[in-house]
């Protein structure tokens, strides 16, 4: 069964840890939207992503780019927006929505709705190796058995 993917978009966009854009907020709409098609964050193109941003719908913003969705809240806040979209559809264990917001997460908990935190979906999207997992920092040997030291003395007492 496809999954459902629900993004609280500026705070996904504007999460520490997210790739830096200049403060135009047109800019963190199109830098989440590009980082979600990039890195297949949401894994199977048959999943739905739908992100929602705070505001008014800006005509100069495409509302559907690579089978993403983007919806604006116009005069509600996002967080009634998801809300709104999360109890209009599909089964609550097939969605996943995408927030830090305390409130928005419980209530969707509530519902039986999957959540996610922000900087979970974001290190999904971090590059990896062809292993799967995200490559290790590189260290030399002088580092490395300076570390060991260190724990040693710590846990070797």
Known sequence: MPLHYILDGFNVAKRRGFPKVNSALEDHKTRLVDFII??????????RVTV?????ADPAF???RGGIEVVFSGSSSADDKIRQIAGAGGKPRDIIVVSDDRELRASMKALGVCVMGSSDFIMKGQKKDISGRIP??????SQERRITEELRKVWLK
Request: glycine residues 8%; proline residues 0%.
């Open 38 to 47: 990039n890195n297949n964050v949401c894994g199977s193109k048959r999943n």
């Open 52 to 56: 929602v941003f705070d505001g008014n």
């Open 62 to 64: 495409q509302e559907r």
């Open 136 to 141: 290790k920092a590189e260290i030399d040997s």
